[in-house]
């Protein structure tokens, strides 16, 4: 069993602003670097939680929705439009910045709660598969 302390968080300003303030005598600090095969699910995972944390603190009755949403869409064209300029690292590529917009949410915010087919024949399970494939991007990483 590992002794009671903090492990594996992503040292962000409150962190690190702590870890400054830390008797070094009497707690041990182990850092290391994020590795790059899994910093896409580490980071993905920090902003995860960030972000639902913001998302809970718009508030407003009737259009608390609507905020989120918008912000939400601001962070997915915000993505589109930095693979499409090339920058932070993407590769240029008008096909995948393309495919980050698709994602953006609709704006009446309905969530699908199921898609099924209902007849024997297999005619409806391409339909799904194709729409299952067509909101991943994964399938289309090069």
Same mark, same amino acid.
């Given at each position: 069993?590992?002794?009671?302390?903090?492990?594996?968080?992503?040292?962000?300003?409150?962190?690190?602003?702590?870890?400054? #303030?830390? %008797? +070094? *005598?009497?707690?041990?600090?182990?850092?290391?670097? @994020?590795?790059?095969?899994?910093?896409?699910?580490? /980071? $993905?995972?920090?902003?995860?939680?960030?972000?639902?944390?913001?998302?809970?603190?718009?508030?407003?009755?009737?259009?608390?929705?609507?905020?989120?949403?918008?912000?939400?869409?601001?962070?997915?064209?915000?993505?589109?439009?930095?693979?499409?300029?090339?920058?932070?690292?993407? #590769?240029? %590529? +008008? *096909?995948?910045?393309?495919?980050?917009?698709?994602? @953006?949410?609709?704006?009446?915010?309905?969530?699908? /709660? $199921?898609?099924?087919?209902?007849?024997?024949?297999?005619?409806?399970?391409?339909?799904?598969?194709?729409?299952?494939?067509?909101?991943?991007?994964?399938?289309?990483?090069?």
């Amino acid at each position: 069993m590992l002794p009671f302390g903090l492990y594996e968080q992503v040292i962000n300003q409150i962190i690190n602003q702590h870890l400054d #303030r830390l %008797n +070094n *005598e009497l707690i041990r600090i182990q850092t290391g670097p @994020i590795d790059s095969a899994e910093s896409s699910k580490i /980071l $993905a995972e920090y902003l995860a939680l960030l972000i639902r944390d913001v998302l809970d603190y718009i508030e407003g009755e009737n259009d608390a929705v609507e905020n989120r949403v918008s912000l939400c869409n601001s962070i997915i064209e915000y993505i589109a439009n930095t693979i499409e300029k090339g920058e932070r690292g993407f #590769r240029h %590529n +008008n *096909e995948i910045a393309n495919l980050v917009r698709n994602h @953006i949410i609709h704006q009446d915010a309905k969530l699908l /709660l $199921a898609l099924v087919h209902t007849k024997m024949g297999l005619g409806y399970v391409p339909i799904i598969r194709s729409l299952r494939k067509q909101s991943c991007l994964k399938s289309k990483r090069q």
